[in-house]
T-cell receptor, first 112, second 113 residues
Framework: KQEVTQIPAALSVPEGENLVLNCSFT??????LQWFRQDPGKGLTSLLL?????REQTSGRLNASLDKSSGRSTLYIAASQPGDSATYLC???????????FGKGTTLSVSS | DAGVIQSPRHEVTEMGQEVTLRCKPI?????LFWYRQTMMRGLELLIY????????DSGMPEDRFSAKMPNASFSTLKIQPSEPRDSAVYFC???????????FGSGTRLTVV
C-alpha cells in the first residue's frame, strides 16, 4: 500500500526560526511530489512541485528537496513568520499518474 | 483564471437524502481527482478522471457513491442515500497534464444529520 508519513505531526516555533518539515513515502517510483499548505477551514494551496528528475525547488523562503532513492522529501522554511502558521501537506503522484497520495500533514504554529 | 470551482460550499442534508456535489475544473485541464477529508482519515482519494473518463475508482467507499464527468468542464459526485458518516469536506482537483501539479478547489463541507 502506498503511504506518506509526515513528521512531526505538529510544530510550534517562535518567529524568525528556520525549520524543516519531513515527508517520507513508500513508493520510490513516483512521478512527482507536491507540497501544499492548508489554512483552517480552507482548501489546499500548492507551494512547490518537484518532478522525479529534480532534486529541489525554491520559492521565496521555501525550499523543497527530493531524494527518491531514500523515499524522502523535506520542506525548509526560512525565517518563519506568524503568517506561515498552517498545515503543510506533502503528496506524491504515482508513476501512472492515477493517484496523488497525501500524508496527514504537519500543523505549524509560529508565535510572534 | 477562476481556479477550480466547487459548489455548493456547504451542504446540510438529512440521512437518506441524495446529495450531489459539483466541480468545474480549470479550463483546458484534462485530469481530475475527487477527495474526501476528515480529521480522522485525512485526505482520501475517491476517483480519478482523465479526459472525462473514470480511470480509477478504487477509492470510492461504497456503491452509494458515484461520480461522473459528462464533459471537460463539469464533474459531479453523488451520494445516494447519504449517511451521517459521509460528513466530511469533499475536494476536487485538476491538472493540465500529469506532470503539471494539481490545483484544488475550495471544497464542499457536507454535513449529514
Amino acid at each position: 500500500k502506498q503511504e506518506v508519513t509526515q513528521i512531526p505531526a505538529a510544530l510550534s516555533v517562535p518567529e524568525g526560526e528556520n525549520l524543516v518539515l519531513n515527508c517520507s513515502f513508500t513508493d520510490s517510483a513516483i512521478y512527482n511530489l507536491q507540497w501544499f499548505r492548508q489554512d483552517p477551514g480552507k482548501g489546499l494551496t500548492s507551494l512547490l512541485l518537484i518532478q522525479s528528475s529534480q532534486r529541489e525547488q525554491t520559492s521565496g523562503r521555501l525550499n523543497a528537496s527530493l531524494d527518491k532513492s531514500s523515499g524522502r522529501s523535506t520542506l525548509y522554511i526560512a525565517a518563519s513568520q506568524p503568517g506561515d502558521s498552517a498545515t503543510y501537506l506533502c503528496a506524491f503522484l504515482n508513476q501512472a499518474g492515477t493517484a496523488l497520495i497525501f500524508g496527514k500533514g504537519t500543523t505549524l504554529s509560529v508565535s510572534s | 483564471d477562476a481556479g477550480v470551482i466547487q459548489s455548493p460550499r456547504h451542504e446540510v442534508t438529512e440521512m437518506g437524502q441524495e446529495v450531489t456535489l459539483r466541480c468545474k475544473p480549470i479550463s483546458g485541464h484534462n485530469s481530475l481527482f475527487w477527495y474526501r477529508q476528515t480529521m480522522m482519515r485525512g485526505l482520501e482519494l475517491l476517483i480519478y478522471f482523465n479526459n472525462n473518463v473514470p480511470i480509477d475508482d478504487s477509492g470510492m467507499p461504497e456503491d452509494r457513491f458515484s461520480a461522473k464527468m459528462p464533459n471537460a468542464s463539469f464533474s459531479t459526485l453523488k451520494i445516494q442515500p447519504s449517511e451521517p458518516r459521509d460528513s466530511a469536506v469533499y475536494f476536487c482537483a485538476s491538472s493540465l497534464n500529469r506532470g503539471d501539479g494539481y490545483t484544488f478547489g475550495s471544497g464542499t463541507r457536507l454535513t449529514v444529520v
